[in-house]
Structure formats: C-alpha cells, structure tokens
Nanobody, 127 residues
C-alpha cells in the first residue's frame, strides 16, 4: 500500500524555521518525483517545490525561493522541506505528493500532475 506521511509542522514565530519530512512506504520512491504543496484557508492548493526522482533537479515557487530547500534521501525513503525565514503568509497545510517519473519537467510542479498524496501537516506562522 503506497503511503506518504508528513511530519514536522507546528506553530512558529515569523523568521523561524521548520523542517518538514515526508516518509514514504509501499513503493520504490526512487522511481517517483516528489512535490511539496500547500493550501491556505480559502485558497487553492499550490506547488511549493518539487524534486526529481534522483534528486538532480528541483524547482521552487517564486514566493519561497531562497527560503525553502527541498531534498531527498531515497535510502531512507524520505523527502524533506527545510523552511527558513518563515512569514505569516506561509501559514497553510503542507502536503507531499508523488508521481511516477518519466522525464523531468519543471512545469509539472502542480497539484494536478501528482497522483499520490499524504494527509498534510499544519504550519502556522504567528507571533
């Protein structure tokens, strides 16, 4: 059974940091691109960052460039999202998702391109 489980969310002050983890099971993660997405109340789900199956390619939303870093450890079946310099507008539920990798395309870091989803972890940025 293919599963993705997010962890690491929480309440943090502006300027703080978090590291989100996406632990996968039930499939060979090295064959899948993984993405991080987020959804704020009243807004559509948006792509934050995606990483290719081998980790060679990454893409970031303009709003998080320079603050977020995506990485993966296929041996540990885990994908990470390091979030620094958090802002109140980063408040959202963060989801990780997987799609079978055929060829890397930075344009497909969008929710509709991803097949398998975790349940999400809440990130709240507030003083």
């Amino acid at each position: 059974q293919l599963q993705l489980v997010e962890s690491g969310g929480g309440l943090v002050q502006p300027g703080g940091s978090l590291r989100l983890s996406c632990i996968t099971s039930g499939f060979t993660v090295g064959y899948y691109d993984i993405g991080w997405f987020r959804q704020a109340p009243g807004k559509e789900r948006e792509g934050v960052s995606c990483i290719s199956d081998s980790g060679s390619y990454t893409v970031y939303a303009d709003s998080v460039k320079g603050r977020f870093t995506i990485s993966r450890d296929n041996a540990k079946k885990t994908v990470y999202l390091q979030i620094n310099s958090l802002k109140p507008e980063d408040t959202a539920v963060y989801y990780c998702a997987a799609k079978r990798s055929w060829s890397w395309n930075r344009q497909t870091c969008i929710p509709d391109a991803y097949t398998y989803w975790g349940q999400g972890t809440q990130v709240t940025v507030s003083s």
